[in-house]
T-cell receptor, first 117, second 112 residues
Framework: DTGVSQDPRHKITKRGQNVTFRCDPISEHNRLYWYRQTLGQGPEFLTYFQNEAQLEKSRLLSDRFSAERPKGSFSTLEIQRTEQGDSAMYLC???????????????FGPGTRLLVL | GQQLNQSPQSMFIQEGEDVSMNCTSSSIFNTWLWYKQDPGEGPVLLIALYKAGELTSNGRLTAQFGITRKDSFLNISASIPSDVGIYFCAGPGGTSYGKLTFGQGTILTVHP
């Protein structure tokens, strides 16, 4: 059983550059979430998908951020024109929503740590 | 929006001691989750609580869902060095089952 995987684990970029992160959820999970975590804080919700549909976006997700899950499996999170304030750990999680509407636990990946210089 | 407040912010204890931490909410939660995060890793679920008053154990860990549904407690008995990490409480955010709202975490340090 493979858990949630994220790639890359670390990314250093210069301000103004674009970056893209990938998340591979647990294979049978239909829900996928993105969170951002800054030092000393808990994860903050960014957006989530059910299958390929993006169902909710936080107001933290500015126009420079875009997330996709084209085939309902892996997801990508792109940040355009990065700013120093984007430096954070970006966490992906997945879960399975059953037909009865009862949601299973969210399982988190190891995260991608982004540093914008 | 919903907020979760954890206390204490940090704890320094000796190996073998028991630990207690809590989480309070500004609004009612129907689920309480406790996660542990090691440095450079994602959070790992420890215990999930689904009913007011529920008391659930996972090894040396015990968590309770407060009867007001606005608080939860996590206890760790006979702490060991590998208990070191950040402990987060979390619950479903707003009307969406999807997103989780997290507390700011309790940093636990265990001295051998």
């Amino acid at each position: 059983d493979t858990g949630v995987s994220q790639d890359p684990r670390h990314k250093i970029t210069k301000r103004g550059q674009n970056v893209t992160f990938r998340c591979d959820p647990i294979s049978e999970h239909n829900r996928l979430y993105w969170y951002r975590q800054t030092l000393g804080q808990g994860p903050e919700f960014l957006t989530y998908f059910q299958n390929e549909a993006q169902l909710e976006k936080s107001r933290l997700l500015s126009d420079r951020f875009s997330a996709e899950r084209p085939k309902g499996s892996f997801s990508t999170l792109e940040i355009q024109r990065t700013e120093q304030g984007d430096s954070a750990m970006y966490l992906c999680a997945s879960s399975s929503l059953h037909s009865g509407g009862v949601q299973e636990t969210q399982y988190f990946g190891p995260g991608t740590r982004l540093l914008v210089l | 929006g919903q907020q979760l407040n954890q206390s204490p912010q940090s704890m320094f204890i000796q190996e073998g001691e028991d630990v207690s931490m809590n989480c309070t909410s500004s609004s009612i939660f129907n689920t309480w989750l406790w996660y542990k995060q090691d440095p450079g890793e994602g959070p790992v679920l420890l215990i999930a609580l689904y009913k007011a008053g529920e008391l659930t154990s996972n090894g040396r860990l015990t968590a309770q869902f407060g009867i007001t549904r606005k608080d939860s407690f996590l206890n760790i008995s006979a702490s060991i060095p590998s208990d070191v990490g950040i402990y987060f409480c979390a619950g479903p955010g707003g009307t969406s089952y999807g997103k989780l709202t997290f507390g700011q975490g309790t940093i636990l340090t265990v001295h051998p």
